[in-house]
């Protein structure tokens, strides 16, 4: 071990033939994983249909928030069986570690652009439940330094810790070494800058990148000293479920469309 790093999120990606128009696979995933940020971007050279739980950051008036997500479960098969991984899930001591470095991370972050004395922790280690999976996730806010901007804002706390690691500059260097491909929009932002000052955006996970017929879906997991292996892989697979379920009712959706006169 090198000592350099407490934690890195190492992402693995799916690429796969898309046999359906791009909404179609959006119409799916507001019936079938409604989420916090749900979003249907077009470009000439690439489409982005997202699900996304995670806020980036953002900018209410002269407040600051985020909002991050670290701890996975995959959902239950019945109310029982979820209770039972939403309790081990608050219990577990890595799982509690890691959040409870990552909010820290963020607190940080928020810390550059907020006056002093105002960041609050509004929630800690809230459960929040999705199709596929359950997270835990935390609230910090503060308020806005006199003179900084959305932009300011954007650059103090972009990337997330929650999709790189901590520290951050440290982890994203090993994840340029380690992952075999660029990332590309994963693990980005998703959002706006409104004409107030507001901002509000998603960080680009659960979210599915289309180049003309090829779609990759991109999922990570939290790497720390005692990490299981098995466990971070089948963690990236849950969280990418809800994505790839999605590609069978859209397909049939789509030729459903065409095959009508």
Wanted: aromatic share 6%; charged share 25%; proline share 5%.
């Amino acid at each position: 071990l090198a000592g350099d790093i407490f934690q890195v999120v190492l992402s693995q990606r799916f690429d796969f033939d898309l046999n359906a128009d791009s909404f179609d696979v959006y119409r799916v995933l507001r019936q079938t994983n409604p989420s916090p940020y749900m979003y249907y971007v077009r470009h000439n050279e690439v489409t982005l249909v997202g699900c996304s739980p995670e806020p980036m950051v953002q900018v209410l008036g002269d407040r600051v928030i985020s909002r991050p997500i670290a701890g996975t479960r995959a959902r239950g098969k019945n109310e029982e069986e979820d209770r039972k991984l939403a309790a081990e899930l608050r219990e577990h001591p890595k799982e509690i570690a890691e959040h409870v470095m990552l909010v820290d991370l963020a607190r940080n972050d928020l810390g550059r652009v907020s006056r002093f004395g105002t960041l609050e922790i509004d929630e800690m280690m809230t459960l929040e439940n999705y199709s596929h999976v359950m997270h835990l996730t935390s609230q910090i806010s503060g308020k806005l330094t006199k003179g900084k901007t959305p932009i300011d804002v954007i650059e103090a706390t972009f990337p997330a810790g929650t999709v790189s690691g901590a520290p951050k500059v440290r982890a994203m260097q090993i994840i340029d070494d380690l992952e075999p491909t660029k990332r590309g929009p994963y693990a980005g932002i998703v959002g706006y800058f409104d004409l107030s000052g507001n901002v509000d955006n998603a960080i680009a996970i659960r979210t599915m990148v289309i180049t003309e017929s090829i779609a990759s879906v991109q999922a990570g997991a939290g790497i720390v000293a005692d990490s299981d292996p098995e466990s971070e892989y089948q963690e990236c697979w849950n969280k990418a479920a809800a994505l790839l379920a999605a590609v069978i009712p859209a397909e049939r959706m789509t030729r459903k469309r065409k095959e009508s006169p």
